[in-house]
């Protein structure tokens, strides 16, 4: 099993940053890929990064793309999410995944591990 444990989020000014940390512990050897996703009010819950733990390439949602950066620190087994510009939009609950197999990273059903979620409140 992998776990993950995220950390970051709270209340933000629209326009500001934040970042959002996932730290993997458990079988990490076996990651394809982490991402993550969000869950806003009433909502479904969307893809917004992913990246592929070998290769380091990355994936964004339309909605995030030249705002958001994911990264990854191979050695702390840990995943990034830098959110600039932030939008009253982005409010949501952001939760991290890790995927054990491939090619598609965008979707949540080949995610098998989440972490618990935090909130993200963006202030209009």
């Known amino acids: 099993q992998v776990q993950l444990v995220e950390s970051g989020g709270g209340l933000e000014q629209t326009g500001g940053s934040q970042r959002l940390s996932c730290a993997a512990s458990?079988?990490?050897?076996?990651?394809?890929?982490m991402g993550w996703f969000r869950q806003a009010p009433g909502k479904g819950r969307e893809f917004v990064a992913a990246?592929?733990?070998?290769?380091?390439?990355?994936y964004y949602a339309d909605s995030v793309k030249g705002r958001f950066t994911i990264s990854r620190d191979n050695a702390k087994n840990t995943v990034y999410l830098q959110m600039n510009s932030l939008k009253p939009e982005d409010t949501a609950v952001y939760y991290c995944?890790?995927?054990?197999?491939?090619?598609?990273?965008?979707?949540?059903?080949?995610?098998?591990?989440w972490g618990q979620g935090t909130q993200v409140s963006v202030s209009s």
């Open positions: 995944a890790s995927s054990d197999r491939g090619p598609a990273v965008t979707v949540a059903y080949v995610y098998r591990y």
């Open positions: 458990g079988r990490t050897f076996s990651m394809y890929a």
């Open positions: 990246i592929e733990w070998r290769s380091g390439s990355t």
